[in-house]
T-cell receptor
Framework: DAGITQSPRHKVTETGTPVTLRCHQT?????MYWYRQDPGHGLRLIHY???????DKGEVSDGYSVSRSKTEDFLLTLESATSSQTSVYFC?????????????FGPGTRLLVL | AQSVTQLGSHVSVSEGALVLLRCNYS??????LFWYVQYPNQGLQLLLK??????LVKGINGFEAEFKKSETSFHLTKPSAHMSDAAEYFC?????????????FGKGTHLIIQP
């Protein structure tokens, strides 16, 4: 399972409140990613990180921020949650073997914004 | 820019029948292609990947996929469906930018196995 954990696994919150999701990895991977999964959309990239304090935006970054102060932790923050951010959030890492890179996913966090 | 199209949001086959899930991609650079499977209330599990070493790729659980550049396709097949294959399947593409490239996913195909 590539040593990826996500917390919390489930969360219910109210519109306008801040929410932080945590992704933790144990294998010192450089690249980490946050995706959201919605019916009919597959998975879409929110933000990614290519090292400590190095992050960049993905396809659907509006309303989200990220931080990576340690190699093992990648945090996703919803500054002021909205109902449109109700989704399942997946963290992923990229594992390199030679020139091949493969992404492996965590178990996901189900977020409901009321 | 890359994109992935999965034809058919739902595919239903009988147990023991051939499974064919379609994936077409567009990419401005030589692509790396992936199939992932998601069982209910679980994360994504890698089924197989194409990384230019061979056009026919074998994966786990008896699945395989063939990369056809002329057709920009990477269809997933399994000769004989099993009830345990019922799941959501995602095709994904990544450019050649290494780890800095996130994956671009198709919208998924829900595979239903009829007894």
């Amino acid at each position: 399972d590539a040593g990826i954990t996500q917390s919390p696994r489930h969360k219910v919150t109210e519109t306008g409140t801040p929410v932080t999701l945590r992704c933790h990895q144990t294998e010192n991977h450089r690249y980490m990613y946050w995706y959201r999964q919605d019916p009919g959309h597959g998975l879409r990239l929110i933000h990614y990180s290519y090292g400590v304090k190095d992050t960049d935006k993905g396809e659907v970054s509006d309303g989200y921020s990220v931080s990576r102060s340690k190699t093992e932790d990648f945090l996703l923050t919803l500054e002021s949650a909205t109902s449109s951010q109700t989704s399942v959030y997946f963290c992923a890492i990229s594992e390199s073997r030679g020139r091949q890179e493969t992404q492996y996913f965590g178990p996901g966090t189900r977020l409901l914004v009321l | 820019a890359q994109s992935v199209t999965q034809l058919g949001s739902h595919v239903s086959v009988s147990e023991g029948a051939l499974v064919l899930l379609r994936c077409n991609y567009s990419s401005s650079v030589p692509p790396y292609l992936f199939w992932y499977v998601q069982y209910p209330n679980q994360g994504l599990q890698l089924l197989l990947k194409y990384t230019s070493a061979a056009t026919l790729v074998k994966g786990i659980n008896g699945f395989e996929a063939e990369f056809k550049k002329s057709e920009t396709s990477f269809h997933l097949t399994k000769p004989s469906a099993h009830m345990s294959d019922a799941a959501e399947y995602f095709c994904a593409v990544r450019g050649s930018g290494g780890g800095a490239d996130g994956l671009t996913f198709g919208k998924g195909t829900h595979l239903i196995i009829q007894p």
